[in-house]
């Protein structure tokens, strides 16, 4: 799996020790609806970047994960 080559607009939001699959919707970045469901592989995938759930940032989401969100509304372009 290539993380640096995730969906564009698409990253892992990590605060407070917890890490959520999110997107850029405009200049407002939205978690999906199963973040939670899809937390633990986001954990997995900031530490294969050298990253940890302690360390509050944005990280590449890979295309894999992006793709399994929920989201309220259908991307927009």
């Known amino acids: 799996m290539d993380f640096l080559m995730g969906l564009p607009g698409y990253v892992i939001n990590v605060w407070n020790c917890r890490a959520a699959v999110g997107r850029w919707e405009g200049n407002v970045l939205k978690e999906a609806l199963n973040w939670e469901e ?3 592989e986001a954990i997995e995938a900031i530490e294969e ?5 302690n360390m509050s940032s944005l990280y590449p989401c890979p295309a894999e994960l992006a793709e399994r969100g929920v989201w309220d509304e259908p991307e927009t372009a």
């Open 38 to 40: 899809l937390e633990e």
């Open 49 to 53: 970047l050298g990253g940890a759930v």
